[in-house]
């Protein structure tokens, strides 16, 4: 312990800087490696503080610890000399992983024995002071000198930094002279030019179809997607990810991808058909074909129907279905099962290699980390290939025989199973197979035979990595390389399959697309536009932890779409009859109600206006309270576009005392006193169902036992849904079609449902409005 801190305090590291270094076993022993090659070189007290920091910086940041000698000697011999050219020769043999390592291409990437003389940086700089000598000499010391030095090293990359500097201070100085106390004085800072109020509210507008546009002060999912945000590595150089693992075949694979796909970016979304999509998967698909369309590639919708038990016809329409509507095209749509033949194949060329073989033990035996081993472990290769081919014809019952790779999971879990025998037909092979590959042997193979360049997951699979490229490696087959993600998570909701199923099944929602849930078929019949989850994917930002987030967030990005793209509407969900005593009873006459009132421009649609009109019960009350700015029998108010304000003259009431009908005067905006507030109104409207959605849960995370310990569906909100089935809405809605979104003016925003029929429209409430009606 001592003589390793004599050691690196011998080449000039301080006592703490030593002992911190030792702490970190793997740096600890990389660097006491890389000193003692020195000291055999340059002796025990030969190796100068200089070499001493390069040898640090060296062992802390070299990813390979095979070349820890080659870059060693490389400093020893003084060949690498400054902190640029170790960079350099950290970056070559990045990547030129394989042996052997090219000395003369190592070298010129390293300007190695490359000599800067003073005059050619004199040279260099007096070339770049030419060239900005006029804004020099107007800003003086005001210009940015970083701009000059910056230059200057471009033009000599191996010269000396310090040596550059001093070299541009002195010919400054001489072009212009000492600095003055102007020269002293701050620059000022420009003015921000002002914002108005209606350019902050147009930028809050802005909606992302297809990531492609940003929501305020939040980067767009595609700025995120080409932005420094993502350290991939470019396609072909898969090696230079950490925790790739390099073979002899490597580089020729690698040659072969390319000269297939051009170097194209390649992703996939690889969902399986055998539920509906929830809002965890937008993300998904917002981040795969997000990425490969940010950066002119391609994304594959492949379906892993691995499992014939679960998967139905329904499912493989839905998923596509609800990648298109999020506004994305897939370049193909696959199916893991297009590859059975190809899987099995290499499935024997794995039992071959001696790297898999059959196995008797039950599925009950093989569950958790801590599984026996198995006794059928080291079988003989033949005996394997033997069994395989019976296990494929049939011969062995279900759990009878597995097929299992040799090989230890990153989670600890031995030997997972790469096939098993299921005797149930294949929704697209019928009774072709009665064997069928499981996920972790599936995935990177159909990764590989597809040429995908960025295999994009979420965290959970990162216990899946090493398997992931075990096998790509044990069968000699191009290996992507496998970058995970955090998952998106919503509170308030469940989005486990088989916990909507058991919500399906015990009538507490109606379907998988109930609006209730947050399924993307859901979403859509909640009346959620694309766009909007498009952009609440963005806000959340490809992040590669774990994000829960709050279903409100989630609801602002689908107001701020609604609000530019839902046309207003008037609808009355709690109706109270008004009758106008001084306009004739035959009156009628047709108010123009502008689609968007903030730029009426956009269009406008007539809506009748007749002696009896209806307003929400609310809008009225009998008793004046402070604060109320509505309608009472004291209190006139104004109804919007009409141009007219009304004054209670009498209130009518029910046998039980309740409020049934007003009589009312009114009279012209203009020669009335401003009311307090204006409400809205419909007149001759159409009577449909409105149905208002609230949350399903009662509490945050409800599959949570320590919020809730009887389980998610103790925990259901008794009003999470109300059904209004006779709200009146004006006749601008007649021609609506299933999915067309409203604003109904103070009272939210309305999708119609695809249950309405001809007779009878009926709407979803979307959100609500952000304003409480009570203020208006």
Known sequence: MADTLTLFTSIGLSEQKAKETMKNEALSSALKEAVTQAQRVHGASGVDKAMGTLLYNMASRLKDAKRLAFLADSIVQRKICTELQLAAALDFVKSHPQDPINQKEFEEACGVGVVITPEQIEDAVESVIKKHKEQLLKERYHFNMGLLMGEARSALKWADGKVIKNEVDMQVLHLLGPKTEADLEKKPKPQKAKVTENEVKAKKEEVAVNGEVSTGEVKSLMEQLRGEALKFHKPGENFKTEGYVVTPN???????????????????????????????????????????????GICFLRYDDTNPEKEEEKYFTAIKDMVEWLGY??????????????????????????????????????????????????????????????????????????????????????????????????????????????????????????????????????????????????????????????????????????????????????????????????????????????????????????????????????????????????????????????????????????????????????????????????????????????????????????????????????????????????????????????????????????????????????????????????????????????????????????FDKFQFERVGYFSLDPDSTADKLIFNRTVTLKEDPGKI
């Open 250 to 296: 490597t580089m020729s694979l690698l040659k072969k991808h390319l000269d297939l796909t051009g170097g194209q970016i390649r992703t996939r979304f690889p969902p399986e058909p055998n539920g509906i999509l929830h809002i965890g998967h937008a993300k998904a698909i917002n981040f795969n074909f997000g990425y490969a369309k940010a950066n002119n």
């Open 329 to 738: 095209k897939p370049y193909a749509v696959t199916h893991a099962s297009d590859n059975f033949q190809q899987l099995y194949d290499l499935a024997v060329d794995l039992i071959r290699r001696g790297h898999a073989y059959v196995c008797h033990q039950r599925g009950e035996e093989l569950k958790g980390h801590n599984a026996p081993p198995s006794p059928w472990r080291d079988r003989p290769i033949e005996e394997s290939l033997v069994l395989f081919e019976r296990m494929k014809k049939g011969l062995f019952a279900e759990g009878e025989a597995t097929l299992r790779m040799k090989m230890v999971m990153e989670d600890g879990k031995m030997d997972p199973v790469a096939y098993r025998i299921k005797y149930t037909p294949h929704h697209r092979t019928g009774d072709e197979w009665c064997i069928y590959p499981t996920y972790d042997y599936t995935h990177c193979l159909c990764d590989s035979i597809e040429n995908i360049t960025h295999s994009l997951c979420t965290k959970e699979f990162q216990a899946r990595r090493s398997s992931y490229y075990w096998l790509c490696n044990a069968l000699d087959v191009y290996c992507p390389v496998q970058w995970e993600y955090g998952r998106l998570n919503l509170t308030y909701t469940v989005v486990s399959k088989r916990k909507i199923i058991k919500l399906v099944e015990t009538g507490v929602v109606r379907d998988w697309d109930d609006p209730r849930l947050f399924t993307l078929t859901a979403l859509r019949r909640r009346g959620f536009p694309p766009e909007a989850i498009n952009n609440f994917c963005a806000r959340v930002g490809v992040t590669v932890s774990q994000t829960t987030t709050e279903p409100h967030l989630l609801e602002s990005c689908v107001r701020d779409v609604l609000n530019d793209t839902a046309p207003r509407a008037m609808a009355v969900l709690e109706p109270l009859k008004v009758t106008i005593t001084n306009l004739p009873e035959d009156s009628q006459s047709d108010v123009r109600v502008p689609d968007f009132p903030a730029n009426e421009a956009k269009g406008s649609h007539m809506v009748p206006f007749t002696c009896t009109i209806f307003i929400e019960q609310s809008d009225f009350r009998e008793v004046m309270e402070k604060g109320y700015k509505r309608l009472t029998p004291e209190q006139p108010v104004g109804l919007r576009h009409a141009g007219y304000v009304i004054s209670v003259q009498k209130v009518i009431k029910d046998a039980q005392g309740n409020v049934v009908e007003l009589e009312v005067n009114c009279c012209r905006s203009e020669t009335a006193e401003k009311p307090k507030a204006f409400i809205h109104w419909v007149s001759k409207p159409l009577t449909c169902e409105v149905r208002l959605y609230e949350r399903l849960f009662l509490h945050k995370h409800p599959e949570d036992p320590s919020e809730v310990p009887n389980g998610f569906l103790s925990d259901i909100n008794p009003n999470s849904l109300q059904v209004i089935s006779s709200a009146l809405v004006d006749t601008s809605v007649k021609g609506a079609k299933v």
